[in-house]
């Protein structure tokens, strides 16, 4: 019997992960769930957001690959086997997130959506540059891909701060953890990113309550979880000026409902969810790794619990 290796996505291309893994795992068979011919040779499975049910029907299962960082879709499921669960951890996705985190700072900390306001009305609008240092900038989140943003902007000279639930430490960058100390750092972010993991714990954290010690006016970047943000409690706060402008890559619905009033508000940017994406050419070696791993008897790398969620 040939080992299997099942991938399931519906934004990923098969193709490219099939043409990276194939030479790296020549002993296995790459498959969709379609062509699987025996379901006890599903050794290995490659995917993201399976459907429910979707495990049950691998007795055999040995290793899944969770395609990208957040494990969210995998928390409270029935139907997740008692095997190792790994995660994409790969340095050109923490380049990617950390690029986008920066052009969303930057965009807010120089004003551009005010220059975006007044050249549509064909108006001559200048403000003055504030200096980095000025700008305070707080990461909701010192994870693997918090970190790497964080510092990042300390490299640009932004006024760094960093929230975690647990203590880190960063090199210039002010940390402060636990939920004693969040309202305290929300109010000292003029412009707050959010990069928490999505968990039990985190879900619904920044409702109405929390926005309100957010600095009157201040820009709002979320790239982790739509579900981390009273969706409602937002649209409110930038209605009312409360939060001036926002950069939105993640909502509580996606796609984002075309009846959203998210969407005909000016001070606000959506993107597609595109932050930070698993790059097969990059990570194509590291999943192959802990495949052999495994099959040496060692212990897999990047392994996660999706009951904390990370």
């Given amino acids: ?36 011919e025996d379901p006890d040779s599903v050794h290995y499975v490659l995917a993201w957001k399976p459907p429910q049910g979707f495990f049950v029907q691998y007795p055999n299962l040995k290793l899944l690959v969770n395609l990208g960082a957040g494990v969210d879709s995998l928390v409270n499921r029935d139907d997740l086997p008692a095997v190792p669960i790994t995660r994409i951890s790969d340095p050109d996705m923490s380049r990617m997130m950390a690029s986008y985190v920066l052009f969303a700072v930057l965009r807010h900390a120089r004003d551009i959506p005010a220059f975006e306001r007044a050249q549509r009305e064909r108006r001559w609008h200048y403000l003055h540059p504030r200096l980095p240092e000025s700008v305070r900038v707080g990461i909701l989140g010192l994870g693997e891909l918090g970190t790497f943003a ?46 928490l993991p999505l968990t039990a714990q985190t879900r619904g954290l920044l409702n109405a309550d929390r926005l309100a010690h957010l600095p009157r006016g201040c820009s ?8 981390l943000v009273d969706q409602q409690a937002l ?17 509580d619905r996606e796609p984002l409902p075309p009846e959203d009033p998210l969407w005909a508000m000016e001070n606000v940017l959506i993107t597609p969810h595109l932050a930070s994406v698993a790059i097969p050419a990059s990570a194509a070696q590291q999943i192959a790794d802990n495949i052999q791993r495994l099959d040496r008897g060692e212990p897999v790398l990047h392994q996660v619990d999706p009951a904390r969620g990370y």
């Fill in 150 to 195: 964080a510092k990042e902007l300390s490299r640009q000279g932004f006024d760094v701060r960093g929230w975690s639930r647990s203590p880190r430490q960063l090199e210039n960058v002010t940390c402060v953890y636990g939920m004693e100390s969040l309202n305290e750092f929300l109010a000292s972010s003029d412009i707050l990113v959010v990069m």
């Fill in 220 to 227: 709002f970047i979320n790239v982790a979880r739509g579900a």
């Fill in 235 to 251: 649209t409110s706060a930038l209605a009312s000026g409360q939060i001036g402008e926002a950069t939105l890559d993640v909502f």
């Fill in 1 to 36: 019997m040939i080992p299997t290796l099942v991938f399931y996505s519906q934004v990923d291309s098969f193709d490219d992960w099939k043409a990276l893994l194939a030479p790296r795992l020549p002993e296995l068979r790459i498959c969709l769930p379609e062509e699987v």
